[in-house]
């Protein structure tokens, strides 16, 4: 019988944080992309909740979690006080963190925030970051993505298009549904503020500070966040793995489940988890 899915919200000082559950065990904790929300991980929560407490949260501002005053800029430090506030909140001393894309950027600034708190890490189609960008390059990185948003254009009208891009050769028109529906339900003004956040409040350097044990995966036809750009964050945490998953674009979670889930479940075996 597969896990039940349950669905609470932690509260305390900040917006509060949905969360969708399943299982008992050691927290596992599901991180989602810019692009996403907690239900892109139902796969993950059936397939892990037979052995964990198997949680993916909507990041605030989207889903079910309240945001924060959007006059105020955002910055990583907000992301790492909800997770902290979550791990407090499920009375857990330490999670494994799965993030994807902006999940992962923003699990591994938690990993180097509070190392203590971190059992293990998956960096999955992760961005290495903006670092080395120009100052002109980041604000034309968020122009990109924010401007139609900005001039009136809803996240609907933009999602077929993006997914397209998101998407691996062999991914159908159920991925490609599932892409926009999750796309057509962000907030504008989150998502923009989020995307911001990613650029302006980035980490590039911290990788050598991550203590946890860390696999990087990579869809193996992303072209958002490329095999390459995965090897070289691998190459820069000590000790750290990488795993491609064949024909799998940049959600890979939604376009391999199966796969994606394999890869994370030996790396956890692997770790004693």
Known sequence: MPP???????????PAIALDLAGEGPLLLFLHGIGGNRTNWSEALRHFGGRFTAAA???????????????EPRAHAAYAADLLRVLDGLGVARAH????????????DFAVRHPA?????????????????????????VRLRCGPLEAGRTPREMAPAVARTLMGPE???????????????????????AVACMVQSDRFDAY???????????????????????REIAARIPGARFAAIPRAGHLANIEAPAAFNALVETFL????A
């Open 208 to 230: 050598p500070a991550i203590a946890a044990p860390t696999l990087v995966l990579a869809g193996e036809c992303d072209r958002l966040t490329p095999p390459a750009m995965g």
């Open 117 to 141: 708190r971190v059992a293990s890490l998956v960096l999955a189609d992760t961005h290495l970051g903006f670092g080395h960008f120009t100052a002109a390059e980041r604000e034309e990185f």
């Open 171 to 193: 991914a159908g028109d159920a991925v490609f549904d599932r892409l926009v529906e999750s796309m057509a339900a962000l907030r504008p003004v989150s998502y923009m503020r």
């Open 57 to 71: 949260w909507d990041a605030r501002g989207y889903g079910l979690s309240e945001d924060d005053d959007p006059a």
């Open 269 to 272: 075996d692997e770790v004693g």
């Open 97 to 108: 963190l799965c993030g994807l894309s902006m999940g992962g950027r923003i699990a591994m």
């Open 4 to 14: 039940v899915l349950r669905t609470l919200h932690i509260r305390g000082d900040g």
